[in-house]
């Protein structure tokens, strides 16, 4: 029988003291770099998640409604792939909303949802526990860009690793390799991997996806800042700062930056730091691929029978992978 509540498993890792002192000496390392960065988990705090939501309804920013499509167009085909009775792992889930919207599609048998906030996926899971109780659900607070491990909990059987909205462009292609090998190392023969992948396009599309009209993902980023005030008890001023995003195509990558607007300091807990104006933190990349060079990169973490279905513009991509050998 299913739980008629879902199940939780919160690592100690996550527990509501975070080592502070590790976080200040990690970032103030970026912050004092030659080309000062911060990581992109620093985007989303609270406002930051919001803003990011935002981000996601711009008519510029086309990868979420892109995917929405993709599964609309070519459902059936992707059901056909992926077969009933799943174990839908979501990789990053958020408020449960995007697999909530292919749970009629794909009739998965347990749910189990990942995310590095807890708090905000339990509160989300108990919610779609009542819509859909012929599901098995389970919240895990973890932060599996690292190293993690799958509680007991989750069923070994059909499991379906779904990593939605290309937010596997986030990391560098050497870190998607691991991270793509490390769900290679969760899988079992009759395991698979469904991931939206950004595909390479026109810049003058890419550049405005990245720095709307509105100003939305201009915030998004210079949020950063604020977070970092509270984070490190730093003295950022939002006002002496511009947020820049743009493609780089040699790089096959966004980059944004939020760049000086006249020569500043900054303190915070544990440093310091003389910014010239026109100075850059780079603060996120989101690396675009090729259906080919995605492809390659499955083949090499250890997938195959790579089905793709895309857009008929081919701006972005959802791909199915079954693990080598199965
Ligand atoms: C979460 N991730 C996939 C987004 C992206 O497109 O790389 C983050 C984002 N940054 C600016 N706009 C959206």
Redesign the pocket.
């Known amino acids: 029988m299913f739980p008629m509540s879902p199940t939780s498993f919160k690592p100690a890792n996550l527990s509501p003291a975070p080592d502070y002192d590790a976080l200040c000496v990690d970032i103030s390392a970026g912050l004092q770099a030659d080309h000062a960065w911060t990581s992109?988990k620093y985007?989303y705090d609270e406002l930051g998640s919001k803003l990011?939501e935002a981000?996601?309804e711009l008519p510029e920013?086309y990868?979420t409604r892109t995917e929405a499509a993709i599964f609309e167009q070519h459902g059936a085909a992707i059901a056909r792939a992926v077969g009933p009775g799943s174990t839908l792992i979501d990789l990053g889930a958020g408020n449960c909303a995007k697999a909530a919207s292919l749970f009629p599609l794909l009739h998965p048998t347990q749910y189990v949802a990942l995310d590095i906030s807890y708090d905000f996926l339990r509160a989300a899971l108990d919610r779609l526990q009542q819509r859909f109780p012929q599901i098995a659900m389970s919240a895990l607070g973890l932060d599996f860009s690292n190293q993690f491990d799958l509680p007991g909990s989750v069923r070994s059987a059909q499991r379906l690793f779904f990593y939605p909205?290309?937010?596997?462009?986030?990391f560098a292609p050497d870190q998607a390799l691991a991270f793509l090998q490390r769900l290679r190392a969760h899988s079992l023969p009759d395991s698979a991997l469904l991931i939206g992948v950004?595909l390479v396009k026109d810049k003058a599309i890419l550049d405005a996806?990245?720095d709307d009209a509105l100003g939305v993902?201009a915030a998004?980023?210079l949020n950063l800042l604020r977070h970092l005030n509270v984070l490190l008890d730093a003295d950022f001023d939002v006002r002496q700062w511009q947020h820049r995003?743009f493609f780089d195509a040699a790089k096959s990558r966004?980059e944004?930056h939020l760049e000086a607007r006249s020569d500043l300091d900054v303190t915070w807990r544990g440093g310091r730091r003389r910014f010239a104006r026109g100075e850059r933190i780079h603060t996120?990349?989101?690396y675009k691929y090729t259906p080919e060079a995605f492809a390659s990169l499955l083949q090499q973490a250890g997938f195959e029978q790579v089905q793709a279905w895309t857009d008929a513009d081919e701006w972005y991509a959802v791909m199915h992978a079954r693990p080598l050998g199965a």
Do not use: K, R, V
């Open positions: 992109p985007l990011f981000i996601c920013y990868p909205g290309s937010s596997i462009g986030n950004d996806a990245y993902t998004f980023n995003g966004i944004m996120e990349n989101s």
